[in-house]
């Protein structure tokens, strides 16, 4: 069963007098405005809660602490709790009702392919079973895409893919961003497709592609080259305008870097393959 963390108690927000209110800054004493710092505020108030809620604190279906409990473990206003709220409830992660309260939705309904949502996923331990369903995403979209991309093969887009893989080479020993590099690579395979939908949903799933492309290279630190070997054979295969060979060699691609994360997360003494909070 994975461990439950305990909410923390210490306010994480704007500080605070020995009266209690809350200080103001400069600008907001000289009657500026100051609205970029409040919604500065209900963004980080919103991740938090999200952050716990996703990780388990607050499971499915349970209902969140009232909202003088809430204010005051966060020494926010009730003001900015509403405006989080607001945040949370529009990617569906909480629903409230009067007279109820405030409630967690079913993971079904979370907006996992809002980006705020997967980073929040992907900042507490992932499990094995959400980065498996995360490369079932890759496997239906990433090699058809990598054949369009060489049905296509323009030259703007050979030079792109071949610029991503010519940093990821070079950073390959912790010289530069390799995860960027790898992230452009298969970012530019998207966009090659010069299908807008595709290329859509990669901006969606920004997110967690760089996470997966972090954890897949920390678990093939030993096999990196085969990994560097095996995006070159995807680049060569668009490069030369060979569809099929371009999707077969994603596929392995894909298929061997699921291998890689789980081999990491089971390093990393992850909950991998273990049962979700709650499912």
């Known amino acids: 069963m994975t461990r439950i963390a305990k ?5 994480i927000l704007r ?3 020995a009266s209690g209110r809350p200080f103001l800054g400069r600008a907001a004493r000289q009657g500026r405005d ?9 963004s980080q108030l919103a991740a938090r809660l999200g952050q716990e809620i996703v990780a388990g604190v607050y499971p499915p279906g349970s209902l969140l602490p009232n909202a003088q409990q809430m204010c ?10 509403r405006e989080a709220y607001s945040i949370l409830s529009a990617k569906a992660l909480i629903v409230a009702r009067p007279k109820i309260g405030t409630r967690v939705r079913p993971k079904s309904d979370w907006n996992l392919l809002d980006p705020e949502v997967l980073a929040w996923h992907l900042q507490a331990t992932p499990s094995e079973q959400f980065v498996d369903e995360l490369f079932v995403l890759r496997q239906m979209v990433e ?46 395979i998207l966009e090659a497709t010069e299908n807008r ?4 949903l990669g901006g969606l799933i920004h997110v967690a592609l760089e996470c997966s492309f972090r954890l897949s290279w920390q678990g093939a630190a030993r096999i990196q ?13 668009i490069r030369d ?19 890689d994360v789980r081999e990491y997360l089971r390093q990393r003494g992850s909950p991998a393959g273990a049962a979700e909070v709650v499912r």
């Open 241 to 259: 305008g060979l569809p099929d060979l371009a999707k077969e060699r994603m596929s392995e691609l894909l298929r061997d870097s699921i291998e």
């Open 72 to 81: 005051s473990r966060f020494s926010v206003s009730r003001t900015a709790l």
């Open 197 to 200: 939908f595709l290329a859509a």
């Open 15 to 17: 500080p605070r007098s």
């Open 34 to 42: 100051d609205s970029g710092f409040e919604r500065n505020i209900y």
């Open 225 to 237: 080259d085969d990994r560097l070997f095996q995006h070159k054979g995807v680049f060569e295969a």
């Open 7 to 11: 909410p923390s108690t210490g306010a």
């Open 143 to 188: 090699p058809p895409a990598a054949a369009l991309a060489a049905s296509s093969n323009s030259r703007a887009t050979v030079d792109r893919i071949a610029e991503a893989y010519g940093r990821m080479d070079r950073f390959k020993h912790g010289a530069g961003d390799l995860i960027g590099a790898d992230l452009d690579f298969h970012m530019a």
